[in-house]
Nanobody, 124 residues
């Protein structure tokens, strides 16, 4: 399984960005897919994910209401729409895929496959 992330860049506070991740390999529908981020000197933080078991979206507290995750099982893609961006959203964003269940959906260790990361910078 390979993941390819795209869509990062620089934006002013209050702006929007859209990240995409394409997953190659078999059984995409059987994987939970999610986005995590890691800022300088920080641990990897859960952003959002869609669970394979129920196809529902889950969000980290810091992005809930501003970010929207979606997945397209026909195209093997997962997208993160980020609105009302703040400087504290600045980080490298990683997409992940794995056998995460609902109780582990926010844990990086529940994802066995990762993309290369894409940088998001929010600054005026």
């Amino acid at each position: 399984v390979q993941l390819q992330a795209s869509g990062g860049g620089s934006v002013q506070p209050g702006g929007s960005l859209r990240l995409s991740c394409t997953v190659s390999g078999p059984s995409f529908r059987g994987y939970s897919v999610g986005w995590f981020r890691q800022g300088p000197g920080k641990e990897r933080e859960f952003v959002a994910a869609v669970a394979a078991s129920n196809m529902r979206a889950y969000y980290g507290d810091s992005v809930n209401g501003r970010f929207t995750i979606s997945r397209d099982n026909a195209k093997n893609t997962v997208t993160l729409q980020m609105n009302s961006l703040k400087p504290e959203d600045t980080a490298v964003y990683y997409c992940g895929a794995g056998r995460a269940i609902i109780s582990t959906i926010s844990r990086p260790t529940a994802y066995g496959y990762w993309g290369q990361g894409t940088l998001v910078t929010v600054s005026s």
